[in-house]
Every structure is written in structure tokens, then in C-alpha cells.
């Protein structure tokens, strides 16, 4: 048995709720990779529309949403909620488990949330191609999505170790009109240099964004285009809470805990960030981040100014950061890959208003699996992570035999990610310890800022 959970098209948001106006104190700036003096608009033109750079830099709480951006949405939102019977039953738990369902997207996740809109503005800008990276490939195939609907090319530079993983999301991005590049590679200066330093490697998401930008900045026809972190992200994210929270006013009931994987932080702060205003009000609530133990960002990591990539780019901003030359190991949830958290997640989490735990992947996987066997769904391997959360969450319900209602954010389904699954069924799946020299010594060249 499943509860389905479903608003009307029109009860879709008409805007996107911008956490920044309620926060007490300000972001703390963005800086110039070069000069290390804030940024203004004029140094960001070269690889994002006005648009987008207004709505990084915006205090307004409630940001229209383009009716043609609606219109897109409209194919699959609103997404549903459903309250997970079969899975609270395996469980033997008092708890009641909501999942808000990204899935159900043509891409299969949350993504193409901020992908349309983002095509949107640069095809209002007059911009002809988008320039990207990608991880696990969710990010590439929202944006080649969202491009192949307002007529946009798309090169996508997507992390290496991904691209070997991951092969029929890459032939889903190309289905798109797309064109997909492993990273590191000889078509950047940025890549050269990464492959000469160290021919084998893995890659990263911070490698694959230093060349998106490296194409982009040097490409007058081309912008870049970012999957998860920046503020705008986030903001565009944030349809997924605030049906969330209609949803569950339809059945009277509210959440005491908010779950959501986390890398860069988009369907985290998607999830939790339409929540935040009622935390901040005095709601009992809790918001909890759930990370790889093996890429612990708002766990380990250190509140500083850091590059959002390797080559060292892209503007800084203050973060919670491995540094950003860390290759994380190549675990199966490549979307989480990121030295770097949300400079606004990462505020949160440092004020105390978001929490987060790191779990290892071979527990995520078992947690996917039950959830796989119960409700019928293949998670997607990030979003195994709040899977495995809420699980624990449900089982200390039982244990302390306490009545609670959990909601985490299930960002994608997992129908490319088999050979992952292949791995963990076949025994093959391995955890990877905390790599703590490599991330000290990445940390200790983080930037000199005052």
C-alpha cells in the first residue's frame, strides 16, 4: 500500500522562495579568484546572463518564476508525495515516512528544476551554447534537456571515473543533442595540465567544472551553466518544499525531520530551505544533510573561502570545503563527489539551523535496496543516502517507541545506476575510509583570505 499525495497543476509555485531573506546576517561575499576583492556583476558577464547574476546576489524573498518556465514544469509537477506504508511496516516503526519523489522528471531527478529556467535566461541573453559539468550525468541530462527545448547546443564535461560508470547517461545527454567530453581532457588548457599532473586520474567535479568554465569564458557565444552550489541553484530548487509543504497540509500532518542527500547541496536545500523560515520561527524541526563519509564536506571539511574548482577559476566564496584540489575516491554516487557545500547550506550549517552526517556506501546501498523492495522504486545511489537517514531515523522512532514524521527528498531514480547495484548484490561494493592526509593537505592550500 502507498498513500500518492498530489496537488493540482495550478497549485504549482508561481514563485521560488529565496532562503537569503531570512537569514540574520548576511552571505558573506563573493570573491575574485585573481585580486581577492569582492565581485561585481561586470566580472561574472562572461559566463552568466544578468539574470541569473541578480537572482545570486538577491535579498528578495518571493522570485517570479517565467510563465514559459511553468509551462515546462507543468509536464511533471507538480511530483508526487507518498507516504511510505510497505517501507514503515518492514520497519515495524510508529513513524510515518513521506518521500517527495523527483524522479518522475523526463531527466529522472531533481535537476532539470534549475536546468530549465537556466536555458531559459540564456536564451533570453541571446546565448547559443552551454557549457557544463557533470557527475553521476543527472545534472548533463537535465541541462541537455532543458537546451534541446529552447534550441541551445550543450557541451557537457562530465567527470571520468562517471563516464565509464555511467554510459547510458551519457547516451541519454547525446539523445539530447548533446556533446559529452570525460574529464580531465586535451580539449581545455585546464584539462592538459590536470592529465600531464597526473595521467590516471579519476577525476573530479571540481577538474570538470574548470574546464566548463575555461570553454565558456572563452567562447563569446557561450555560458556556463552549474548543477547544484550557487544561490540561483538553489532558489530554482526550491518548488520541490514548498509543494512539499501544501502536500502534507492535504493529509494535516508535518514533518519532524527533513532529509536530503547532500554534495553540492541543490535537492538539499530544495527540500529544506522552504522549511527554514519555520525553523527560524521557533518550529521544532529538524533539517539533516546526509553526505559520503568518504567526501564528508559539512562533516569534516573546513567554514573557509575556497575555489568552486581545481584550476582555481571560478569566483571564491565561503564554504564548508575539502579543498579544491581533493579527488574524492570514486564511489558509485558520483553526484556527490564535490569538495565544496552550498555557501548558503553551508551558512546554515555552520548557524546551526541544518545539521549533517556522513554515512558509508555500502549502508546506503542496503538501505536502497529495502526501499527498492518495499516501495517498488530504484533510488538513484545519491539519493540512497537519505534513504538510509530516514531508515535510522525510523528504527530509533521504534526503539524509543516515539511517534514522529520524517519527509526526505527521493532526487532521482537509479534505472542507469544498475552496474552500481550490480557491485553491491555481487558483493563488490566497497567502503573507502576518510582519506585524511590527502584532505589535510588540500586544506592547507586553500586561499589567503583576510
Same mark, same amino acid.
Given at each position: ?40 556583476? /561586470? ?22 518564476? %517565467? ?38 522528471? %523526463? ?23 552551454l557549457a557544463t559539468e557533470t557527475g553521476a550525468g543527472q545534472w548533463g541530462c537535465s541541462l541537455s534537456l532543458a537546451n534541446s527545448y ?33 574529464? %580531465?581532457?586535451?580539449?581545455? /588548457? ?50 520541490i518544499g514548498l509543494e512539499a509543504i501544501e502536500q502534507l497540509k492535504l493529509v494535516e500532518d508535518y514533518p519532524d525531520v527533513v532529509i ?120 538513484? %545511489? ?53 582519506? /585524511? ?10 586561499p589567503q583570505v583576510k
Amino acid at each position: 500500500m502507498q498513500t500518492k499525495i498530489l496537488l493540482q497543476d495550478h497549485q504549482i509555485p508561481k514563485h521560488w522562495y529565496n532562503v537569503a531573506a531570512d537569514l540574520d546576517s548576511s552571505p558573506a561575499p563573493i570573491l575574485h579568484p585573481g585580486t581577492l576583492a569582492p565581485v561585481g556583476p /561586470e566580472d561574472l558577464t562572461s559566463i552568466f546572463p544578468m539574470s541569473l547574476i541578480e537572482q545570486e546576489v538577491s535579498r528578495e524573498r518571493w522570485i517570479e518564476i %517565467p510563465e514559459e518556465v511553468q509551462k515546462i514544469y507543468q509536464l511533471w509537477r507538480p511530483s508526487p508525495l507518498y507516504r511510505a506504508h510497505r517501507l514503515e511496516a518492514a520497519l515495524k516503526t510508529p513513524a510515518r515516512i513521506y518521500y517527495k519523489y523527483e524522479g518522475v522528471s %523526463p531527466a529522472g531527478s531533481h535537476k532539470p528544476n534549475s536546468a530549465i529556467p537556466q536555458a531559459y535566461y540564456n536564451k533570453m541573453a541571446g546565448i547559443k551554447r552551454l557549457a557544463t559539468e557533470t557527475g553521476a550525468g543527472q545534472w548533463g541530462c537535465s541541462l541537455s534537456l532543458a537546451n534541446s527545448y529552447f534550441g541551445l547546443e550543450t557541451t557537457v564535461y562530465m567527470v571520468r571515473v562517471s563516464y565509464g560508470q555511467k554510459p547510458y547517461r551519457k547516451n541519454l545527454m547525446e539523445l539530447w543533442g548533446a556533446e559529452v567530453i570525460p574529464s %580531465p581532457s586535451n580539449r581545455t /588548457e585546464a584539462g592538459r595540465r590536470m592529465l600531464a599532473e597526473a595521467p590516471d586520474t579519476t577525476g573530479s567535479l571540481g577538474m570538470a567544472i574548470s574546464e566548463a568554465v575555461e570553454d565558456a569564458a572563452s567562447h563569446s557565444d557561450t555560458n556556463y551553466a552549474l548543477g547544484s552550489v550557487l544561490n540561483h541553484v538553489c532558489l530554482h530548487q526550491t518548488v520541490i518544499g514548498l509543494e512539499a509543504i501544501e502536500q502534507l497540509k492535504l493529509v494535516e500532518d508535518y514533518p519532524d525531520v527533513v532529509i536530503g542527500c547532500c554534495g553540492g547541496g541543490s535537492n538539499l536545500a530544495g527540500l529544506t530551505f522552504p522549511f527554514v523560515r519555520d525553523k527560524i520561527n521557533g518550529k521544532q524541526i529538524r533539517l539533516l544533510a546526509v553526505e559520503p563519509n568518504s567526501c564528508p564536506t559539512l562533516t569534516k571539511g573546513s567554514y573557509a573561502f575556497d575555489f568552486g574548482d581545481t584550476a582555481k577559476l571560478t569566483p571564491i566564496t565561503k564554504m564548508y570545503t575539502l579543498g579544491h584540489d581533493f579527488v574524492p575516491p570514486g564511489i558509485h554516487a558520483g553526484g556527490l563527489r564535490y569538495h565544496g557545500a552550498s555557501a548558503l547550506v553551508s551558512q546554515l550549517h555552520h548557524e546551526g539551523i541544518i545539521e549533517a552526517a556522513a554515512l558509508p556506501q555500502t549502508a546506503c546501498f542496503e538501505g536502497a535496496v529495502m526501499f527498492a523492495r518495499t516501495e517498488g522504486i530504484v533510488p538513484a %545511489p545519491e539519493s540512497s543516502h537519505a534513504i538510509r537517514a530516514a531508515i535510522d531515523e525510523a528504527v530509533k522512532a521504534r526503539e524509543e517507541g516515539q511517534q514522529r514524521t520524517i519527509l526526505f527528498n527521493l532526487s532521482g531514480h537509479g534505472h542507469f545506476d544498475m552496474s552500481s547495484y550490480e557491485a553491491y548484490l555481487g558483493g563488490q561494493l566497497e567502503d573507502y575510509a576518510y582519506p /585524511e592526509e590527502n584532505i589535510a593537505a588540500s586544506l592547507a592550500k586553500l586561499p589567503q583570505v583576510k
